[in-house]
């Protein structure tokens, strides 16, 4: 079956603009959470979603925000990007919380100049 | 709070070589442990698991064992090909009835010499 897809794969945005990256999960996952890979932090764990419910949230600023569809489709939205925005940002879904294997899309890479 | 650590590395083998990555965590409760392998410009890949002491993941020749007492899940491949050459994350996902986020090691890079 597919595996965890994100779109769009590659962006580049302007300070101060505003970016919405898409992820749809592994057919019958209904978790979906979201994380940030820079060279500086490492993978950051941003938010977690189940059945469109935001059950947990990482340690960034109100200007990450996300969302799920009923669909268990997931978006994620960083409002007034900053030069330190740039990052891989990555997907991931499993079928349950707590301890269900999380499995990882290819990442949206965004550049912010 | 939870929190993992590895090896950063870079840890350069021959081919054929002996492979261990160690990775030591800190959790309350029962944590799943994993290992994700990230190839050059690619996302995470889960490589393997395990989800109770004593548990042995295995996967592509890969084993790492859940070592409550020392609390450690060390990664080891008993011969490494070129192929292996990618950045390997310790994580663990922590129980209980909220979701969990995983909390990652910060990765070690390998890198196989033929």
């Known amino acids: 079956k597919a595996g965890v897809t994100q779109t769009p794969r590659y962006l580049i945005k302007t300070r101060g603009q505003q970016v919405t990256l898409s992820c749809s999960p592994i057919?019958?996952?209904?978790?979906v959470s979201w994380y940030q890979q820079t060279p500086g932090q490492g993978l950051q764990f941003l938010f977690e979603?189940?059945?469109?419910?935001?059950?947990n949230k990482g340690n960034f600023p109100g200007r990450f925000s996300g969302r799920q569809f009923s669909n268990s489709r997931s978006e994620m939205n960083v409002s007034t990007l900053e030069l330190g925005d740039s990052a891989l940002y990555l997907c991931?879904?499993?079928f349950g919380q707590g301890g269900n294997t999380i499995y990882f899309g290819e990442g949206s890479w965004l550049t912010v100049v | 709070g939870n929190s993992v650590t590895q090896m950063e590395g870079p840890v350069t083998l021959s081919e054929e070589a002996f492979l261990t990555i160690n990775c030591t965590y800190t959790?309350?409760?029962?944590?799943?442990l994993f290992w994700y392998v990230q190839y050059p410009g690619e996302g995470l890949q889960l490589l393997l698991k395990?989800?109770?002491?004593?548990d042995k993941g295995s996967n592509k020749g890969f084993e790492a064992t859940y070592r409550k007492e020392t609390t450690s899940f060390h990664l080891e491949k008993g011969s490494v090909q070129v192929s292996d050459s990618a950045v390997y994350f310790c994580?663990?996902?922590?129980?209980?009835?909220?979701?969990?986020?995983?909390?990652f090691g910060k990765g070690t890079h390998l890198i196989i010499q033929p």
């Open positions: 991931a879904s499993s």
């Open positions: 057919s019958g996952h209904r978790s």
């Open positions: 979603y189940f059945s469109e419910t935001q059950r």
């Open positions: 959790a309350t409760g029962y944590p799943s």
């Open positions: 395990a989800t109770k002491a004593d």
């Open positions: 994580a663990l996902s922590g129980r209980g009835g909220g979701a969990d986020g995983l909390t």
